[in-house]
């Protein structure tokens, strides 16, 4: 079980990036799903998580209007599509599946997202 997080990179404010969180040895059909960031000198915080049951989706308010999570269920992907992005966004990515938006049990490896001019 497995999860790999992918598409970070360095980006000039307002512009965008398309983070991928794939699953292998374990379908992410049926779990919750989960964005984090940590901040150099901060505490992780969530982003946005999206549930197994309706596909309802949350965002935490710094990035609401401007973050969206989708789910690929064909390529057994969620992807984070970030917009309008601004130097606070600035941070380590990571993606988490459990069994509700409220346990997360499986984490993957960080990607890097840099926002600067």
């Known amino acids: 079980v497995q999860l790999q997080a992918s598409g970070g990179g360095f980006v000039q404010p307002g512009g965008s990036l398309r983070l991928a969180c794939a699953a292998s040895?374990?379908?992410?059909?049926?779990?919750?799903i989960g964005w984090f960031r940590r901040a150099p000198g901060k505490e992780r915080e969530g982003v946005s998580c999206i549930s197994t049951s309706d596909g309802t989706d949350y965002y935490e308010d710094p990035v609401k209007g401007r973050f969206t999570i989708v789910r690929d269920n064909a390529k057994n992907t969620v992807y984070l599509q970030m917009n309008s992005l601004i130097p606070e966004d600035t941070a380590v990515y990571y993606c988490?599946?459990?069994?509700?938006?409220?346990?997360?049990?499986?984490w993957g490896q960080g990607t890097q997202v840099t926002v600067s001019s």
């Open positions: 040895g374990f379908s992410l059909d049926y779990y919750a």
């Open positions: 988490a599946a459990g069994p509700t938006i409220a346990s997360f049990v499986s």
